[in-house]
Structures are given as structure tokens and as C-alpha cells.
DNA sequence: TCAGGGCGTGTTATCGCTAACATCGAGTGT
DNA sequence: ACACTCGATGTTAGCGATAACACGCCCTGA
């Protein structure tokens, strides 16, 4: 006796049982004006019924287009990318639309096709790469054609949809409050010179002390590690002359107060420190450290808006945008003691 | 005149340029045996010339299951659970498998059910549920029928197939190497308690000095928070006998850090601390953090296994996984000064 | 020599949906 | 009262794959 497990219910079944057409159920499904109010609620009585739940993969065949939004980001757990992403996702959620993250390893042209062909693959509605240094924006260059696409985190020269934090705009927030709590200058320790972020809070950083008047000192080079802000620290530590330093990250920020801290270098006292990120303990550092916030959220709605502005026509308004962020003073500011 | 943009090219398309019928791409495709190697070849050619991928959503609409792999998650920037994720989806990338995350804001019944839901909607392959607290443990009991699924996180005593870190072990590593270093007892400042992860922890450290004939002092209890570990800490400094902490994770240790601090108690000469997660900005904490790194790679690596069994076939050889921590050394831990 | 069994391949049906067109009855204007 | 429009619904034809079966052909064994 063969008794075939009944599988989930399809379309027809639900016309069946409310005495209608597929493509009625269809119509009601899909919110298409024509439908008697009586009819709409049969059909709707028979979905209830029935547990019905349309199948995607059907209907991404035949439209050619899935309800999945494509993420290409870098698999790393860097604070600022995984905030973007699950603020991201959490948008895309709420629009009704799921996110399919392809990670790649090495922000390169090749890694970036990849994952973008394989989103193209699932016949993503859209993708949104994160990319935040030169490589993977070149490769986004590649792959723009015939699909909605969004960069986030890329160079703001670019001319295809963007958003990004506004890095610029940040650092100089920060550089500004230093140099109004009385310091003569501010020394930056930079992140990774092939990243944007980095580009932009250098020349938010730079442009500051110009616009001052003041001098210049070098930049301190470093990764977006607390062991590279360390190291940058223990050097700084030695320099009486530094009192001020504008810290590219949270992290970086950190290790820099424990070479402060181990050369018996009191903060605020001594030496002042902005951050930037505002990661969720900053707040509980040694001390709470003064720092830079961007909106991820917003940057994620942005960035979803102006997917589906491409998915709805094509006429995006301005397809830039560039999210500011705040600052947020804590106690590891406070005026030059000498 | 009216030009149609050419549409991607279909398995038609291939087999009309390589002189086959469509059929013998699909079998070329999948790997199937019985194809002459010249036609292989000839199909192959063919491919590469048009540059032809297959439309997954016509797979999955024919055979009822994506290469999708769907994830449920917390929406959360904790560092254990993204971490987790992120590694998950590498593992899944390397496996051929994309993933696509439904964040939920909330752990409970409703949220997760519906996250489940819309990825079965898109006929994933799989569903990974990563259910650190009660609540989102019992909801997977609701829906485990009729898919592929595995719990990451959640109670250790569940029968479903499950992975988790080893939470009892690693917290049984740290108070042991607490009560090595010559400490009388250990005091534990704790995660909610409805996180499964914060239960395991309690249970591993109570074990350890029971083991030890030792007394056990109260929980300490606290979130997951830097904030919520500083007010634990400004308690437990004012507490002279209070010699060696674990605290559930390394942000709670930053936290307490911070109030030892504050109130002049040296660490590790006064009081000594283990945390939990190895961010990687334990090593740059002030003093430089002694904590449990779990495994998150193997974790990612063996929720995967699991998964993949059970599309295979069903006979999960041992459907729970417990990957135990290691124990990473820093200056947080010396023996008491008294 | 001839039935039978692989092997390589083609043909046809089907998955569950949407798009496009067909149909049918009820207003509407003149 | 008649053609005409329009609203509500049904019918048919795909979307691009896989599955199941059909079909020659060559090889084998009695």
C-alpha cells in the first residue's frame, strides 16, 4: 500500500478548494485590484486553511527575479563592515526581502566577481557590495552591468550608487574637538592606507588643522588591530610633545591607551585620545573614550532605498549619499596639562 | 524597429550551439556518467563560449531544494554569535552553498517560527538555528518537521541535532587555572540567565570548585554588557576577600577592569580575572586579558557536517556536538598577594 | 542467429508560478 | 435598445531546469 507523503500545498490547491482560478489566487496574492471583495476573502479563508505559502523558486523562474538581496563583504569580524551588515539586513527584513551574504576572503577582483556571479545565480533582486579599499572597488567596476547594485563603503569619487560614512566629515569633528579643548595640534594614527575609511579620516584629520592653521605632523601608520595601535602608542608615548591623538578606530584607540597607560602616561591628563566607531565597550575603556558614531542604520536604509529605487525604474535622485556621523564626548578629552 | 535585450542564455541555448539536446547539458552538469567524453567536451565548449550558468531557481523549483542554506539569528553585534556566523558562511561558501540570514530581534516563538517559515518559503536545503536562549530553543522545537536542521548554541540536553562550544569546560579551564595560581575561591560574574551559555559557564566553574572541595560563592549577575560587568566589578572591588573573578566574557572582564581600576585594585596583583571569547582585543585590555578562545571554525565546520547528513540521507551519527575551548594565558591571572 | 542488456542520447511531462489574452456579464451613453 | 467599455474571472502558454521513459546501437551469451 504506497501512501506518498502529500506534499506542501500549491496554488491550485487553494483555487480548488475556494472554488476559483490559479490565477485569481494569484491576483489576491499578489494585491491586484480586480478581485471581488467576496472572492478575495474565499481565497484568503483557503490559504488560512491550507498553510498555504507561495514558492519562491517558482515565482523567481517565471519573473526572472527573486525577493533575495545579494551581500558581498569581506569575512571578517571587524566591528564597522558587521555592523553595516546586520543593520543591513535587518532593513532588508523589514522590506520583505531576504539577504543571501556571499563572504569572500581577500577583497580582490576575482573573489568580488565570484560572489557576484554566483548572486546572479539565485536571480537576486540586487546586490550590495561592501567595499571599503581600492581593490574590491575596482572590481565592482567589473560587474555593474544589468543588475541594481550598490556600494557601500567605496570611494566616493565613484559615479554608480554609493553610500558611505561620511570619514571626512567625522575625523574633522573629532580633530575639531581636540584642538577646542586647547591642544596645538593632533597626531593621527591611520588605519590601512588601501582603505577609504582611512583616506577619508586623513583628510577630515588634515583638513581640520589646516583649515586652524596649524602644522601637520606625520601620519602614524597602523592596521585597524589593538595590537598595531599599540604599537603605534608605545612610539607616541615617548614623545612629550604629543598631547593629542586622533585614533583611526575604537581599536586602535585601545591599544594606544595601555602604551599610554604602561609609560605612565595619564589619559586625559597627559595625552587626549579620540576614537572612531563607537564600539558598544568604548564606553567602559580606560578611560570611557571620547569617539566618533556612524549611523550604520541609516546608511543600511539608504542603501536599500537606493537598490530599490534602481529595481522600481532607474531614476535614482542623487546616487550619493554620504551619512554623517556624531561624536560622542566621553572622559579621554580634556586640555593639554603642560 | 524593436530589439529584445538577449536574455541570459538558457540550457537551450547550449545545446543547440554544441548539437545535443538540452537534456545531455543537464547530465553534462550534474556530473552524471553515461555521456561520451566527446560530447562532454563539445557540451563544455559550448558553456564556456556563451558564457551559459544555470538558472537556480528553475533547479530549485524542479527538485523542491535550493543550494540555500538558511541561518536564524539574533540581530546583535555580539562578538560569539557573529563570529559564529561569519563562520558559518564561510564553511557553507567552500561547500558550494550560499546562505541567506534571517535576523530576529527578538528570541521568541513567534519570531523564530516566522524566520523559519520564509526560508522554507524559498526552498532552502537546510536551516541553521543559532538558539542561545530558552526561549529560541523551545520555538525550534515547534518546526522541526520535514527539513534539514540544526541547533547551534542551544540546550545541550536537546535530542535534535545540536552544536555547541563547551561552555562547562571552559569555564571548568578558567576556575581551575584561577584556583592553580593559589586562589581560595573564584567569584563569577554570570551572562542572563536564560542564556544557555551563561548556564553552562556557572556549571563549569561551580564544578571546578566543588572538585576542589572549595566554597562556592554566590553568582554575581549581569548581561553580556561592558556596562553590566563595570557595576559587577564596583561591587567586587569593595570586597577585600574578592581575590580571582571569571567573568562570563571578555566584555563583562573589561568592564570590571575598568572598576578595579577606579577604586585603586590592581590586576593581577590584587585581583585576578579570566574572561571569556578572546576578542581580539583581549590581548590589548589593560592588563592584557587571560581568557577561553572557543572554536569557532570548528563549530561552523561541524554544524555544517550535520546539516549536510541529514539532506544525504538522515543517519546523523551522533547528532550532538560539544567542541571544547582552549584557554589562552595573558597577565590578568597571578596568585593573590595576601 | 537472435534475444537481452547496457550505454549514449533524445522526447516528453512536470515543478508552481505569472503574463497575456479570452470570455462573459453588467453598466453606460446616445 | 445597441454597441461599447470595463470589471471580474478563466484559459493557455511559458519560465528553465530535472525526471522518467523511449529509442537505437553495439555487444554478449546460448
Redesign the pocket.
Known sequence: MEHKTS??P???DV?RLA?????????V??G?????E???LRVRAAIAELG????KA??A????RSQLIGVVAQNSTLYGPASLLAAFEAAAAEAGFAVSVGRVNVLDRNSISDAVERHRDQRVAGIVVIAPTASANDAVGDVSAGIPLVTVDGDPERSTPLVTVDQAAGAFAATTHLLEAGHRTVWHVSGPSDWFDSLGRIRGWRSALETAGLEVPPVVPADWSAASGYRAGQMLARMPEVTAIFAANDHLALGILRAMSERGRRVPHDVSIVGFDDVPEAAYFIPPLTTIRPDFHAVAKETLELLLAQVGDGDVGAPQRNVPPALVKRDSVAPPSA
Chains 1, 2 share one sequence.
Open positions: 506534499r506542501d500549491a496554488m491550485t483555487a472554488g476559483v482560478s490559479h490565477q485569481t489566487v494569484s491576483r496574492l499578489n491586484h485590484p480586480n478581485v471581488r467576496q472572492t478575495r498555504y505559502r507561495p514558492n517558482a515565482r523562474l517565471v519573473t526572472g
